[in-house]
T-cell receptor
């Protein structure tokens, strides 16, 4: 079946460090891929998306490239801020959204 | 545009009771999906409604049900509550399922 695997957290970084959160997927067909972010006490917000192979989604300095050959959609940011502290979810969409387990990011000043 | 709203935001119920949660989608969105979020199981899909019809369903027992009204507002109902039903219930709306927009959730605690 379809599934998403994310790296375990928490990821702890100092401000301005480089961020990578790994995400790989298993799916039949050609799903759309997403990164959602959840801040404490809130629902999920769409961070970025990609709908086909080699597409790059980007938003607020975050980027992820849809790699069909490695079935990956890793999230990156060149310089994190304290305000980026949150839980990040990778997801794929075939006929419903399937989420990874989430990766907590903690950024310290 | 106003975002997805969910009511109530917090709810405490006793085992065996039933509960109804409400979701108002973004204006113009016809698809509403529900998800359960727990620390142990993560985010799990419950069901999706589109134009008052259930279009997709996750692997939850029949105690979990939902419906959608002609104005696209949706409700989900959980009967005979169990302790394990304690969770954050998230509603998401979409104009065409390309992207889903989530509400803040309803935090249900079953005691």
């Amino acid at each position: 079946g379809n599934s998403v695997t994310q790296m375990e957290g928490p990821v702890t970084l100092s401000e301005e460090a480089f961020l990578t959160i790994n995400c790989t997927y298993t799916a039949t067909g050609y799903p759309s891929l997403f990164w959602y972010v959840q801040y404490p006490g809130e629902g999920l917000q769409l961070l970025l998306k990609a709908t086909k192979a080699d597409d790059k989604g980007s938003n607020k300095g975050f980027e992820a490239t849809y790699r069909k050959e490695t079935t990956s959609f890793h999230l990156e940011k060149g310089s994190v801020q304290v305000s980026d502290s949150a839980v990040y979810f990778c997801a794929l969409d075939t006929d419903k959204l399937i989420f990874g387990t989430g990766t907590r990011l903690q950024v310290f000043p | 545009k106003a975002g997805v709203t969910q009511t109530p935001r917090y709810l405490i119920k006793t085992r065996g009771q039933q509960v109804t949660l409400s979701c108002s989608p973004i204006s113009g969105h016809r698809s509403v999906s529900w998800y359960q979020q727990t620390p142990g199981q993560g985010l799990q899909f419950l069901f999706e409604y589109f134009s008052e019809t259930q279009r997709n369903k996750g692997n939850f027992p029949g105690r979990f049900s939902g419906r959608q009204f002609s104005n696209s507002r949706s409700e989900m109902n959980v009967s005979t509550l169990e302790l394990g039903d304690s969770a954050l219930y998230l509603c998401a709306s979409s104009p065409d399922r390309a992207v889903q927009y989530f509400g803040p959730g309803t935090r249900l605690t079953v005691t």
